[in-house]
């Protein structure tokens, strides 16, 4: 099956800092790629879709000058959380579609950011 | 906008059978997703239903129907890791995929 991977896995950081998340496909080229936050216990809420070469469509009351959103390549987006405060603290998530499954979204295995 | 129901927990015994159920309210639909996400982990994939009617894959089963804005999932054989949280989500209008509140299983001896 198609391979997302995600990086770091973890990360504290002091507040105030920005974080830079990438998110890989690495046996498919991914057309679409998703960005989702999680809180303990609750469901995953997108955050933005991004396609190969375009801007991000953002979720509203996602800030979109605070989480940048990168997807410059078919296997690679990025997600930076600038000036993070405590409330950013959260699990990360992306996924990826393209390839054969085009209905199926392949999941990175997500970054728990803890701002400090 | 869109919403999903499903029920919080559910509790059912190793070698049973238990079903999830999802209700939906989309202003677009194009089909139903269920994912599968242990504490700590990242969902995957186990089934999509674009059509009415019953999707098979090995221990799991997958329903849709559409009229009634209703699926559910259903496991069978019920084994102790399949103790985990239960997603179901609705891929609507601009390729966007929106996530139920998760069902979170407890399978017990």
């Known amino acids: 099956g198609a391979v997302v991977s995600q990086h770091p896995s973890r990360v504290i950081c002091k507040s105030g800092t920005s974080v830079k998340i990438e998110c890989r496909s690495l046996d498919f080229q991914a057309t679409t790629m998703f960005w989702y936050r999680q809180f303990p216990k609750q469901s995953l809420m997108l955050m933005a879709t991004s396609n190969e070469g375009s801007k991000a469509t953002y979720e509203q009351g996602v800030e979109k000058d605070k989480f940048l959103i990168n997807h410059a390549s078919l296997t690679l987006s990025t997600l930076t959380v600038t000036s993070a405060h405590p409330e950013d603290s959260s699990f990360y998530i992306c996924s990826a579609r393209g390839g054969k499954s ?15 | 906008g869109q919403s999903l129901e499903q029920p919080s927990e559910v509790t059912a015994v190793e070698g049973a059978i238990v079903q999830i159920n999802c209700t939906y309210q989309t202003s677009g639909f194009y089909g139903l997703s269920w994912y599968q996400q242990h504490d700590g982990g990242a969902p995957t994939f186990l089934s999509y239903n674009a059509l009415d009617g019953l999707e098979e894959t090995g221990r799991f089963s997958s329903f849709l129907s559409r009229s009634d804005s209703y699926g559910y999932l259903l496991l069978q054989e019920l084994q102790m890791k399949d103790s985990a949280s239960y997603f179901c989500a609705v891929r609507g209008g601009y390729q966007k995929v929106t996530f139920g509140t998760g069902t979170k299983l407890q399978v017990i001896p």
Do not use: D
Request: a neutral charge; glycine letters at 14%; zero cysteines.
């Open chain 1, 102 to 116: 085009y209905n199926e979204q392949f999941f990175g295995p997500g970054t728990r950011l803890t701002v400090l």
